[in-house]
């Protein structure tokens, strides 16, 4: 099966700034793909270039095997890129009707997709007038209109409130089911750990990891707090190993999977020491996250 | 392509300031051809045109009147609705929606093209069909003749008149992708039509002979000598014989084309940001 998005040393410079360094990424079929990294990183360069928006400096990109300015380039792509762009003297079902004149989608197309986002009640009112939500929304349905195999979307929660985010990430889910590859770029760690199969970091123009969520994330541990902490050391280094048993914020970390706490527990009680807390704990992806990208919480995006 | 152009007349039609650009240029049309120097012939106060007298006004020079503003304030109306229709999509951050939806550039380029001369040639009849009911009600209240042009002068002077409106137009489109909005592209345009080009025609003209010279190449006078040769009156600001109609028509064709060959270049070439 033809790969939805192939790029190969993909390079933007603007002058002495390297902006996208020599990005190869590979978005599969069918999966979501979370694509992250801190403001400036070149996320959204790299989702530009992908459309043929912003020039290559160098690389090339493919989409379900065509390359860039060819006629079939972005046939089976639906894209909301840097938030909603539409005219504000247009209705929102105004707005879509055009934009599949564009794209060549049918009429029929636009009231399937102001319902998928659940629109059609505000679908008559000026675009101007809609919330940030609501323009998101729009948003998103211009970029389903042409019933597209691949969707890449750039912050597509921005500005949604709590419901119409989960909407959101239940709409891409669904997508995802069905057999639409889905390209999401986020700002929200938690929402690409909930729902992407795999995710690309990039970091300061360069694409610095690309792997599944859970591998990105790594093994889970076990985090013991024990009394007194050298004899349970002592026991547990002896039973797993020096390498798995480390002291960790005054506690011990463990690493071995989490079905074995109860067996850790018993083994370590055995030997006289009193546990007064015992808990698995998983690396979340904000962790890895960071590591990556050497970023503090307030530059993430 | 066909889609691209549907899109375009769409948002063209529902674009509330595309009817007020109208109606500013007919009621400016029809007030400074027609109503003052008919307010100046009935109560007798003289004026630009006194010298004409009613003969200026009625339905026999309607040509010239319906084509007589587009050398510079109906041009500059055209101007601003070519920028509108261009640079738009900057300012409303469109330009990425519409081509996600993935039509070419030069597809959509193409497209406001075509919009853009749709809408002149509708500036331009509706200047015609304003002026020639204007001309028969006055010719009808003052008794004149009510003498038509032929109908092969209506069409040459109609053609001449869209081909100066598509091209002031279309420099408004090559300003708006140029400079990748609206607010500077119409503030500079506007300071170029109403005040340089008159600078250079009442100041520097008549001063530099080099100056004179390159009058007869830029798209104004050319535009003003086009007017001039079918009828209309010198006494309309930017309306000069500097040089002969057909030299004019084909100026005037040179720059449209060459605008819309730049601004597509621009276009293509540049990022979407």
């Given at each position: 099966m033809t790969i939805p998005v192939q790029t190969d040393l993909l390079t933007k410079r603007y002058g002495d700034l390297t902006a996208v360094d020599r990005v190869s990424l590979a978005v599969r079929p069918g999966e979501v793909y979370g694509f992250l990294g801190p403001n400036g990183a070149g996320k959204t360069t790299t989702l530009r270039m992908l459309l043929g928006l912003v020039r290559p400096t160098s690389g090339t990109v493919r989409l379900f095997g065509h390359s860039l300015g060819t006629p079939g380039h972005l046939a089976q792509v639906g894209a909301l890129i840097e938030g909603p762009g539409f005219?504000?003297?247009?209705s929102g079902r105004d707005n879509l009707r055009v934009l599949a004149r564009y794209g060549g989608a049918s009429q029929t197309r636009v009231e399937v997709v102001l319902d998928m986002v659940d629109l059609t009640a505000r679908s008559r009112d000026r675009y101007g007038t809609y919330s940030l939500g609501m323009k998101q929304r729009l948003g998103v349905a211009a970029a389903l209109l042409k019933d597209p195999r691949l969707l890449i979307l750039d912050e597509p929660t921005n500005g949604l409130d709590p419901a119409g985010m989960a909407d959101i990430r239940t709409l891409i889910r669904r997508l995802g089911a069905s057999g639409c590859t889905v390209l999401l770029s986020s700002h929200l760690l938690g929402e690409v750990q909930q729902i992407c199969d795999r995710v690309g970091v990039i970091s300061r123009g360069r694409l610095v990891a690309e792997n599944s969520v859970a591998e990105l994330r790594g093994s889970a541990s076990l985090w013991v707090v024990a009394d007194p902490i050298d004899l349970a050391v002592a026991r547990a280094r002896s039973l797993?190993?020096?390498?798995?048993?480390h002291i960790d914020d005054g506690g011990l970390r463990v690493d071995v999977a989490g079905d074995r706490a109860a067996w850790i527990n018993a083994e370590l009680v055995d030997a006289g020491v009193a546990i007064s807390e015992l808990r698995v704990r998983e690396r979340d992806l904000e962790q890895v996250f960071f590591e990556l990208t050497d970023e503090g919480v307030s530059h993430v995006g | 392509m066909w889609g691209s152009v549907r899109a375009e007349m769409f948002k063209l039609v529902r674009r509330p300031a595309t009817w007020l650009l109208l109606a500013v240029a007919l009621v400016l049309g029809l007030t400074f051809t027609y109503l003052i120097p008919y307010a100046g012939y009935a109560g007798g106060t003289?004026?630009?045109?006194s010298g004409r007298g009613l003969a200026a006004i009625l339905p026999a020079g309607l040509v010239g009147n319906s084509i007589g503003g587009l050398p510079v304030f109906l041009g500059a109306i055209a101007l601003m609705l070519g920028v509108l229709i261009a640079g738009g999509e900057y300012g409303w951050g469109t330009w990425k929606t519409v081509l996600a939806q993935g039509p070419s550039r030069l597809t959509v380029y193409a497209g406001k093209l075509v919009a853009v001369a749709a809408a002149t040639l509708a500036l331009l009849l509706a200047m015609f069909a304003s002026g020639a009911v204007t001309s028969a009600v006055i010719a009808t209240v003052e008794k004149a003749p009510l003498h038509w042009p032929a109908l092969g002068d209506l069409a040459i002077g109609l053609g001449a008149g869209w081909l100066i409106a598509t091209m002031w137009a279309v420099l408004g489109v090559l300003l708006g992708v140029g400079m990748r909005g609206v607010a500077l592209p119409i503030g500079l345009g506007l300071v170029w039509m109403l005040a340089v080009q008159n600078l250079l025609a009442v100041v520097a003209a008549p001063l530099l002979d080099w100056v004179a010279e390159l009058q007869k190449g830029l798209p104004g006078p050319n535009a003003g000598s086009l007017a001039a040769s079918l009828g209309a009156t010198t006494d309309t600001p930017g309306v000069a014989h500097l040089v002969g109609g057909g030299q004019a028509a084909v100026v005037v064709a040179i720059y449209l084309v060459g605008f819309a060959a730049a601004g597509g270049l621009l276009l293509r070439s540049r990022d979407i940001l």
């Open positions: 005219y504000p003297y247009l797993l190993g020096d390498h798995r048993v | 003289g004026g630009p045109r």
